[in-house]
């Protein structure tokens, strides 16, 4: 049973567009959610995380965009870089620093 | 990888044998994870611990075992090695009060 879905496994854009990875979740107890960014050879880190009593939350070019009622929370990379091209992870856990479930990954390749 | 220590970083057996990952933070950190990353699926729990002498089994603990005598190490136990454990292991802990976890760099294993 697969708890985060993410969407797309992979995406290619053009170096200054915007990126946009997508994930989905099913329970409802669930209430921190952070994406992780991981280059090859290394392990996951964390980019951003936020919780459900926020609509949005950015730090520079990256924004979290979260839809409780859907359940869908998403990774915005506003003007995209080449050096954002890696593999990126969300992930779901609930209260009490239970173990994050983590969606299968979107690998991101940015293009000059 | 805040401190989060793995050894070691590529390690090949043959079918049957055993070994340990070992992995160590300095940091008193009472929450700490292991995961395997297979291609294309993602980070899945393996065990977890919450503090020294405490520890729970995660979504995929079938042939792995682990110990916390310390707050300190985390030990992950192959004993019989089947190609399906063919992976890369990461460890992570949690600094308390926080929610971010932290990633070790990983154990590429290979079982031939």
């Known amino acids: 049973q697969q708890q985060v879905k993410q969407s797309p496994q992979s995406l290619i854009v053009q170096k200054g567009g915007i990126s946009i990875i997508n994930c989905a979740y099913e329970n409802t107890a669930f209430d921190y959610f952070p994406w992780y960014q991981q280059f090859p050879g290394k392990g996951p880190a964390l980019l951003i995380a936020i919780r459900p009593d926020v609509s949005e939350k950015k730090e520079g070019r990256f924004t979290i965009s979260f839809n409780k009622s859907a359940k869908q929370f998403s990774l915005h990379i506003m003007d995209s870089q080449p050096g954002d091209s890696a593999t990126y992870f969300c992930a779901a856990s609930s209260k009490g620093n239970t173990p994050l479930v983590f969606g299968k990954g979107t690998r991101l390749s940015v293009i000059a | 990888n805040a401190g989060v220590t793995q050894t070691p970083k590529f390690r090949i057996l043959k079918i049957g044998q055993s070994m340990t990952l070992q992995c160590a933070q300095d940091?008193?950190?009472?929450?700490m994870y292991w995961y395997r990353q297979d291609p294309g699926m993602g980070l899945k729990l393996i065990y977890y611990s919450v503090g020294a002498g405490i520890t729970d089994k995660g979504e995929v603990p079938n042939g792995y075992n682990v110990s916390r005598s310390t707050t300190e190490d985390f030990p992950l136990r192959l004993e019989l090695a089947a190609p399906s454990q063919t992976s890369v292991y990461f460890c992570?802990?949690?600094?308390?009060?926080?929610?971010?976890?932290?990633f070790g760099p990983g154990t590429r294993l290979t079982v031939l």
């Open positions: 940091m008193n950190h009472n929450y």
């Open positions: 992570a802990s949690i600094p308390t009060g926080t929610d971010t976890q932290y």
